[in-house]
């Protein structure tokens, strides 16, 4: 397989390269450069920037597939597939948990669940409107490649080379053990999912040209805030006292944050 990497130097796309790479995929990655350029020796790079529209690179080339772990913005999508046009055989976007709608979602819910009105009208990522921005995305790539579409929703990403403080705030309160204050509610279920967990699902849709939208969720097993926590000190040798604490209704849920993974 032919793949093209929109991103693939940090996290998530770090992860999907490593994978396919292992998978025997022949990959080329697009991006500015300045992300580790030390990754990947030897793997083709084609320099441009998502942020002032520099595609040029890509005006050139064939692949099997495309795997978009950059875009989050609508402007994004559409420019890096005015380059690519029919010179890809499947377009997989990384979109979110958050295109979801807030209230009323059952447990168990599956990708039909209805999704939040989409946003084209800003590019700033925040809590409100990093959703309908995926959202938005989603919707301009199957409607250009149709069947050829993949779309993969993940939850809460963890996992080695987590730039964000989310998880990992958790990780090393955990291991100091002792008394933690804990804002929001013990018992709220969290998804998290390995960032190479998530890498091999995406690996595998495109070797099988699977279309439509898929959630990359987990632990098979259902948990809480306070069983994360509480496995955490367990792994790290240490013991906690979990001590509820008042949130702040503003803020997002101690696992949640807005904009890229």
């Keep these: 397989m032919r793949l093209l990497v929109l991103g693939g130097t940090s996290f998530v796309g770090r ?3 490593a994978d396919a790479l292992r ?3 022949e990959v080329t990655l697009f991006g ?6 030390e990754l990947f020796p030897g793997v083709p790079r084609r320099i441009g920037d998502r942020d002032t529209g520099d595609y040029t690179a890509l005006r050139k080339g ?5 795997a978009d772990v950059s875009g989050y913005v609508p402007r994004h999508v559409g420019q890096a597939m005015d ?5 890809v055989g499947r377009y997989l976007f990384v979109s979110s948990q958050a295109v979801y709608v807030r209230t009323g979602v059952a447990a168990g819910a599956d990708e039909d669940t209805p999704r939040r009105p ?3 009208d ?19 790539v199957f409607a250009r490649y149709g069947a050829r579409a993949t779309v993969v929703r993940p939850g809460k990403v963890v996992g080695p080379h987590d730039a964000q403080d989310a998880v990992t705030y958790w990780l090393r309160r955990a291991a100091r053990g002792g008394r933690v204050a804990l804002p929001g509610r013990p018992e709220q279920p969290v998804q998290v999912i390995d960032a190479r967990d998530l890498a091999r699902l995406m690996v595998r849709l495109l070797t099988d040209g699977r279309p439509g939208a898929f959630h990359a969720v987990g632990p098979a097993e259902p948990t809480t805030l306070a069983g994360l926590i509480h496995t955490c000190a367990r792994v790290a040798g240490s013991a906690v006292d979990l001590v509820p604490a008042p949130a702040d209704p503003a803020a997002p849920l101690p696992l949640v944050r807005p904009g890229p993974q």
């Design 15 to 17: 992860a999907l390269v």
């Design 23 to 25: 998978a025997g995929a």
């Design 32 to 37: 500015r450069g300045r992300t580790g350029p």
């Design 62 to 66: 064939r692949w099997d597939a495309v």
């Design 83 to 87: 380059a690519l046009g029919d010179r």
């Design 118 to 120: 989409p946003v084209r």
């Design 122 to 140: 800003t590019e700033e990522l925040t809590e409100e409107t990093y959703g309908p921005l995926e959202v938005a995305c989603e919707d301009d």
